[in-house]
T-cell receptor
Framework: DAKTTQPTSMDCAEGRAANLPCNHS???????VYWYRQIHSQGPQYIIH???NNETNEMASLIITEDRKSSTLILPHATLRDTAVYYC??????????????FGTGTRLQVTL | ETGVTQTPRHLVMGMTNKKSLKCEQH?????MYWYKQSAKKPLELMFV???????ENNSVPSRFSPECPNSSHLFLHLHTLQPEDSALYLC???????????FGPGTRLLVL
C-alpha cells in the first residue's frame, strides 16, 4: 500500500513555479521521501530525495515540513517538457524489501503555454 | 538516457507466441528489477535480482520467466500470454539491492 497522498492532477503555466504537494502523515523516522516522474510512455526518472532537511538539485527543490508529515516538490521554472506524472514515495532506510519503491498513482502535472 | 536500455521498445504478440524482452544496464550496478505498468494502474514490482540471483518473485504467473545471465543483462521470457498482460514492462537497476533505482524506457507490449 502506498503511504502517500497526492492530488490527482495539477496545472501550471510555463515559466512559473510548479509546487507539488504530498502528504505522508504516517512516515516513520527511518523513511526517506523520494520523488520520481514519468513522462508519457517512458520509464520513471529519479528527481530528488530527502530525510528531514530541505534539498535542492539541478532539477528541483524538496521542502519537507518540520514534523515530516508532508512535503512539496518545487520545479522553479516549469517548461512544457516537465509535463509528466510525479510520484512521491516513502522509502525505508532499512535493508530488505521494506526499502523497495512502492508507486502510487501520482500527480499528473500539465504545463501549459 | 543510455544508462539502462530495453529492447524491443514495442512488441505485438499472439497468445501462442514466445518472445523475450531484454534489458541491459551500463552503470556497473549489481541489482536489476522488472516492473509491470498496466493502463491506469501503479507500477507493480515483478522480479528482483541481486548479483544474478533472484531475491524476489511477487506472485507472478509462470508464463513470465526471468533470466539474469550476468549483472548487466536481464531478460523476461514470455509464453502463452493473455490479453490482460498487455502493459508497459520496465526494467530498472541499482548499485546494490534496494538502492536508488534507474529505469529504462520500457517495452510496450500488446498481446492479441
Amino acid at each position: 500500500d502506498a503511504k502517500t497522498t497526492q492530488p490527482t492532477s495539477m496545472d501550471c503555466a510555463e515559466g512559473r513555479a510548479a509546487n507539488l504537494p504530498c502528504n505522508h502523515s504516517t512516515i516513520s523516522g527511518n523513511e526517506y521521501v523520494y520523488w520520481y516522474r514519468q513522462i508519457h510512455s517512458q520509464g520513471p526518472q529519479y528527481i530528488i530525495h530527502g530525510l528531514k532537511n530541505n534539498e535542492t538539485n539541478e532539477m528541483a527543490s524538496l521542502i519537507i515540513t518540520e514534523d515530516r508529515k508532508s512535503s512539496t516538490l518545487i520545479l522553479p521554472h516549469a517548461t512544457l517538457r516537465d509535463t509528466a506524472v510525479y510520484y512521491c514515495i516513502v522509502r525505508s532506510l532499512d535493508t530488505g524489501t521494506a526499502s523497495k519503491l512502492t508507486f502510487g498513482t501520482g500527480t499528473r502535472l500539465q504545463v501549459t503555454l | 538516457e543510455t544508462g539502462v536500455t530495453q529492447t524491443p521498445r514495442h512488441l505485438v504478440m499472439g497468445m501462442t507466441n514466445k518472445k523475450s524482452l531484454k534489458c541491459e544496464q551500463h552503470l556497473g550496478h549489481n541489482a536489476m528489477y522488472w516492473y509491470k505498468q498496466s493502463a491506469k494502474k501503479p507500477l507493480e514490482l515483478m522480479f528482483v535480482y541481486s548479483l544474478e540471483e533472484r531475491v524476489e518473485n511477487n506472485s507472478v504467473p509462470s508464463r513470465f520467466s526471468p533470466e539474469c545471465p550476468n549483472s548487466s543483462h536481464l531478460f523476461l521470457h514470455l509464453h502463452t500470454l493473455q490479453p490482460e498482460d498487455s502493459a508497459l514492462y520496465l526494467c530498472a537497476s541499482s548499485q546494490d539491492l534496494w538502492d536508488l533505482e534507474y529505469f529504462g524506457p520500457g517495452t510496450r507490449l500488446l498481446v492479441l
